[in-house]
């Protein structure tokens, strides 16, 4: 599996306004409800508890959210740089602007595993992470993603 396979172009999204962490992950689930079919209710209490178990913001400025689905038939990618970086209880107590919120079907297991470990070791790459936060365009946004 290539990050290609999970991230359309029409699914990065660069200087979206959040003021919180909570109304990031209304935005980024509403922006999946549109992409999925899913109701954006359906996706955001799923990432909500997720996030509950403990943050996704795993450091360097980045997190990666996400959510297995039983109603999802595939996995979907979104990526998101932030305007202004928020506060994500991450590990590092670092504000986040850069992120990658990933769906899975419920039955993915492995799938779902593989997917988050190959976006963790993009994200944890600082060279990667800075040429994202310079980046003027999705499409530059979606080569660097998928380099």
Known sequence: MKISDIIKKDRIFI?????????????????????????????????????????????????????????LKEIYGFFVRLNSPINFDSVDNRAVDLVFMLLSPDASGADHLTALAQVSRLLKDEGTCEKLRQAVSEEEVYALLNN
Do not use: I, W
């Open 15 to 71: 200087g979206l306004k959040a003021g919180s962490k909570r109304q990031l992950l209304q935005e980024l689930a509403q922006k999946a409800a549109q992409v999925t079919g899913l109701s954006d209710r359906t996706v955001f209490d799923a990432l909500l508890e997720r996030e509950n178990l403990g943050s996704t913001g795993f450091g360097g400025g980045t997190a990666l959210p996400h959510a297995r689905l039983e109603d």
